[in-house]
């Protein structure tokens, strides 16, 4: 079996509203594809931002993903190749970066049979990051699969031109690169995979 965490991978992030990246939005095929092929037994958790318009992140971020609008919705195709591997599938609702956050995350991730989760999703600095260092702080092992994950780009003139705070200011390539090689494996001691079909199998 497998335990796999998929986060933030909403319309708001893809293909929707101000924080939507075409970069985010190219993982989804590779994404259903890792989630279809799971073993039937396994456990796949989403996190999905649901914020209300007085959330304290959306004093750093531009309004994204409220409630009950489109951005909030998880994309249906990875919804889809999840139910359709057999995995059991969990749905939570975060206002923060973190899922352990105000949520019943908690409670899912310690009545999950296995120590070991496989991370997809985005933004690789922010939600993926966070949440994979509380995994690791409750005791768990944690694969991050690079092919899987990433964050949007944006230049400092672009966010400007876009009314945006230098807190959307990304240079995507570059973040990957020093959280994939060093600060996901060196600070928080994650496994980077580079390709799903290596962390699927090794679960098994």
Known sequence: MA?????????????IGPLASPRVD???PRQAECLRALPADSLVVFLADEHDPDDFELKRFPPHCLRGTPE?????????????????????????????VGTNLDEIVAGAPGKSWIVIGCVTDC???????????????????RELVDTWDMSPQ????????????HDAEGINEEWFTRRLPAIWGVQVAEHWQDAVESSQ
Request: proline share 0%; hydrophobic share 50%.
């Open 3 to 15: 335990q796999v965490m998929v986060i933030d991978m909403l319309e708001g992030f893809t293909r």
């Open 26 to 28: 190219a993982l989804v």
């Open 72 to 100: 909030a919705e998880i994309r249906a195709e990875l919804l889809d190749a999840a139910q359709a591997s057999g995995a059991r599938i969990e749905i939570v609702r975060k206002n923060n970066f973190s899922g352990f």
């Open 127 to 145: 939600c993926v990051e966070t949440n994979v260092s509380d995994l690791v702080c409750r005791g768990y092992s944690v694969t991050v699969i």
């Open 158 to 169: 672009a966010a400007s031109a876009a009314g945006l705070s230098e807190a959307y200011v």
